[in-house]
């Protein structure tokens, strides 16, 4: 399971059916658009970034909010992470979750 690191806490990260729904409800559309958007070097807006973590987020730690959310990604900026580091975190989790065939995986049919 992908984790965040930041401060003395870890934050598990998991992507389910019900929170990728949430994610299409809040962004407009279905958040495997943003992460393809980056293969034609569109960098995903925050607004959207921060709204995948924050479903990531609450899917194993529940009561999480948005304004949390906003806040550990200062702490992990402030801890040396980036916003390159966190887009392959959240398509690692992604991946795991069963929503995009891993890397060198073929989808199975």
């Known amino acids: 399971m992908k984790t965040l690191k930041a401060g003395n806490k870890e934050y ?15 962004i407009g559309t279905n958040p495997l658009n943003i992460f ?26 529940h009561g999480i909010k948005i304004e949390d959310v906003y806040d ?8 040396g992470g980036d916003l390159m580091s966190l887009i392959e975190l959240l398509v690692g989790v992604f991946e795991e979750s069963g929503f995009i065939p891993k890397e060198g995986e073929e989808s199975k049919n």
């Open 36 to 61: 393809m958007g980056i293969e034609e070097n569109q960098i995903p807006k925050m607004s959207h970034l921060m709204v995948i973590l924050h479903e990531c987020m609450n899917s194993m730690n």
């Open 12 to 26: 598990q990260l998991r992507l389910t059916t019900k929170s990728c729904v949430a994610i299409e409800n809040r």
């Open 72 to 79: 550990i990604y200062d702490q992990y900026c402030a801890e």
